[in-house]
């Protein structure tokens, strides 16, 4: 800090001295080129620690990095690996528990007093591209009552079908009454 304080001091003096330069000299010729010399003075003393900060990065140019060890990026890796994994897994379930959900409203509105229980099977490996489609629907249906008129499991999967793009055979539906 004492560098900045003798460099401020100095501009200092020079700006004082050249205002005394001023008053002494008649105005004639030479007063403007006083001016121009002590603007390059006062150029070369703003300059002079930036040229010296320069100086000593082109003598020591290795800076020290910090240091990073393999062993904890390899940690941070795993964690993250781990991290992923986890997510996949509750992204995956939280999908299977929606589209439980939908199939089970579904089925509501097509029969009241039934409760329905259902399997939903999705495509869980994240390297496929058809990663998170169902893969197939299982549906067993409990009627609550006996009513006059039968499910036809044959339509109710052809809706299912149909709603969520799958083939016929992979929707699956019992009735237990």
């Known amino acids: 800090m004492i560098w900045i ?9 020079l700006v004082f001295f050249a205002g005394f330069l001023e008053l002494l000299l008649p105005s004639g010729n030479m007063k ?29 140019p290795n800076l020290e990095l910090p240091m990073v060890a393999d062993e904890q990026t390899a940690d941070v890796l795993a964690q993250g690996e781990g991290l992923r994994s986890k997510q996949l897994e509750r992204i995956l379930n939280q999908y299977r528990d929606n589209v439980e959900q939908q199939v089970k409203s579904l ?9 329905a229980t259902v399997t939903v099977d999705v495509i869980d490996d994240v390297s496929q591209t058809s990663f998170g489609q169902l893969r197939s629907l299982e ?3 409990q009627t609550k009552e006996w ?29 237990v009454k």
Do not use: C
């Open 5 to 13: 304080q003798d460099w401020v001091r100095t501009i200092i003096i």
């Open 32 to 60: 403007p080129t006083v001016q121009v010399l002590v603007g390059l003075f006062v150029l070369i003393l703003m300059l002079g620690p930036v040229s010296s900060l320069i100086a000593h990065l082109q003598s020591e």
């Open 107 to 115: 089925l509501k509105l097509h029969n009241d007093n039934a409760d």
């Open 139 to 141: 549906v067993v249906i």
């Open 147 to 175: 009513r006059e008129e039968a499910i036809d499991t044959d339509e109710l999967a052809m809706f299912l079908a149909d709603f969520y793009g799958l083939e016929k055979d992979k929707v699956k539906i019992t009735v």
